[in-house]
């Protein structure tokens, strides 16, 4: 089979599209390269939202945890404290069983004025049930790092802030917020990075892929065992994970020199790459 | 276990789960969390020697070792995670058997990799195929625990190397001033002073660790993540102690355990940070004479 072939009967395969039937018989490397990269888009797309959104709720976390009224601030050490202190893995059986266990039912409710009918068997699936479980694990370990960086705001910033008369929601938007991601960021991207690495742990996640549409490490372990030869589809998921781990530092590189950009030269911080396995 | 657990069928609640908890699979269960410390009784130390070691060799005079020590660190730190554990173990398995083959079948001329298939000599099987379940299965685990090791040695190294060069150079300096060798001034004052430095970055390993322990079951160990799901499982009236899916339950469970060992962690570690910044040449340090002044 040609490689152009390949693309087109693989090349969404992991979305439903395309061949039904998985390569079998003489596998080339073409069809592997084809499928494991059709199974990457479902990495990228839980890194994707599970980072945009976890964003957002990681902020109100870290402000939570740095708020004094114990009402606020417990939920939120709490929740940072269960999702950091307990193994992704162990998180995502337990949602799935979870999951599982709820009562079938509907809710429909009306988003941006379309009607949307929401099953809870959709939280048994990995592309809602995986995605949830990915998106609390970041914003607990992003939530930290902004809660860390909240507490490094220079004081002399605030002090300033107070006497031209900035106040509450004004200046945590143009003072506290600016700088405090500023000074998170070059840890939020080591964050970013690790959470593209933990969607590995889907496959794992007791999560079905239905009708086969997997991501990268299905597919890779659908031909490690067909083929029996584990050496051509595992490194062809790392040099896949390497690429697109690149591709986040490049982008949050262009976004941290841009936070940076009022600092001479010398005093930007420079991103430093520290991948870790495993949380 | 106890007398009354003849016929479970007919037990009232709190006596049914007395019996259903102290049954043999249960025990099995409870030996599992074993294993796990066992992990990381045996993981850590070695690779904190491993750390240290890769640390040490970092900042060696001559070249080639010093190559070794930052190669290694290197190394692993730039492989992507859990593709590197469920690999690394293959190709360490197939490495020894490889070796073997080499040693004990020179005679052999059948190529070893037919097509997909890796095939060595009978005497070359490691562990020989003859040999009792236990061997397999302590094998297996020894295979983890050098993953782990090589693993979590490097991250060791990079953090003990940091640390290692945090320690203020005019310690090091005087030290010199005073005649001392290098190796008194390795021992006697770089590596008593650089545990201060190290520990933030070694309390994030072992935290790091303790969570990675639940990959043993991706590495076909019987560990609590394998009993877990095992007994969690639906049970048909068919069994002694019928129930239905409790895996959720049995989670629930791991997930206190995990969450509890991170706690006492995080306590003993605090503790361990004061008593090391005693006397040091740092804030913390500094903070502590004068709280006794």
Redesign the interface.
């Given at each position: 089979m040609i490689c152009a072939e390949a693309f087109q009967a693989y090349g969404l395969r992991a979305l439903g599209y395309g061949e039904r039937l998985l390569p079998r018989g003489e596998i080339g490397i073409c069809e592997q390269v084809v499928l494991i990269g059709s199974g990457m888009i479902w990495n990228i797309y839980f890194a994707v939202l599970a980072l945009t959104f976890g964003f957002f709720f990681a902020m109100a976390l870290a402000v939570a945890k740095a708020a004094r009224p114990a009402w606020v601030r417990k939920p939120a050490e709490w929740f940072i404290f269960v999702f950091r202190g307990s193994p992704l893995f162990i998180q995502f059986f337990m949602a799935y069983e979870a999951f599982v266990l709820l009562p079938r039912m509907g809710v429909e409710f009306t988003l941006l004025g379309v009607a949307i009918e929401a099953e809870t068997r959709w939280l048994a699936r990995a592309w809602l049930g995986a995605l949830i479980v990915l998106f609390f694990n970041t914003s607990a370990y992003a939530g930290e790092i902004f809660y860390g960086a909240l507490k490094a705001v220079p004081k002399g910033d605030l002090e300033a802030a107070d006497a031209y008369g900035l106040s509450g929601w004004t200046r945590f938007r143009r003072i506290t917020f600016p700088t405090m991601l500023r000074l998170a960021w070059p840890a939020y991207t080591n964050e970013a990075i690790f959470l593209f690495h933990a969607t590995a742990l889907v496959f794992f996640s007791s999560f079905p892929a239905i009708q086969q549409r997997g991501d990268a490490l299905y597919y890779a372990s659908y031909f490690a065992d067909r083929t029996f030869n584990p050496f051509i589809p595992y490194p062809i998921v790392a040099v896949y994970f390497v690429i697109f781990t690149l591709l986040i530092i490049a982008v949050f590189g262009l976004i941290n020199a841009r936070l940076n950009r009022h600092l001479p030269r010398a005093a930007r911080p420079r991103l430093r790459i520290r991948p870790q396995v495993m949380r | 276990m106890f007398e009354f657990c003849t016929d479970p069928s007919v037990l009232p609640t709190g006596q049914w789960f007395a019996c259903y908890l102290t049954n043999g699979v249960h025990f099995l269960f409870y030996q599992s969390f074993l294993t796990v410390f066992l992990l990381l009784a045996i993981t850590a130390p070695l690779a904190l020697a491993m750390g240290f070691g890769a640390a040490a060799a970092s900042r060696a005079e001559i070249a080639p070792i010093r190559w070794l020590g930052k190669g290694y660190t290197a190394m692993v730190?730039?492989?992507?995670?859990?593709?590197?554990?469920?690999?690394f173990v293959?190709v360490l398995d197939q490495g020894i058997e490889y070796i073997r083959h080499l040693i004990a079948c020179p005679g052999w001329t059948d190529p070893i990799r037919q097509?997909?298939?890796?095939i060595v000599c009978d005497a070359a099987r490691t562990p020989q195929s003859s040999a009792p379940q236990w061997v397999h299965e302590t094998y297996n685990f020894a295979l983890a625990i050098f993953t782990y090791a090589i693993?979590f040695g490097a991250?060791c190294g990079n953090v003990l190397y940091g640390a290692m060069q945090a320690v203020p150079r005019a310690q090091l300096e005087t030290a010199e001033a005073y005649g001392m060798a290098r190796g008194q001034v390795f021992w006697r004052v770089l590596v008593p002073q650089m545990w201060i430095y190290a520990l933030p970055g070694l309390s994030n390993i072992w935290m790091?660790l303790?969570?990675?322990?639940?990959?043993l079951?991706?590495l076909g160990i019987q560990d609590i993540?394998f009993w877990?799901?095992e007994l969690?499982g639906s049970r048909t009236s068919a069994y002694q102690y019928p129930h239905p899916?409790w895996?959720?339950w049995y989670?629930?469970g791991?997930?206190i355990f995990?969450?509890a060992f991170?706690?006492v962690s995080e306590i003993v570690l605090s503790r361990l940070t004061t008593r090391l910044s005693r006397g040091q040449a740092t804030a913390g340090g500094e903070d502590l004479r004068r709280a006794e002044a």
């Open positions: - | 730190r730039g492989v992507p995670d859990i593709v590197f554990f469920l690999f293959l097509g997909a298939n890796f693993v991250f790091i303790i969570k990675a322990t639940p990959l079951f991706l993540v877990a799901r969690g899916d895996r959720f989670f629930l791991l997930l995990y969450l991170t706690r």
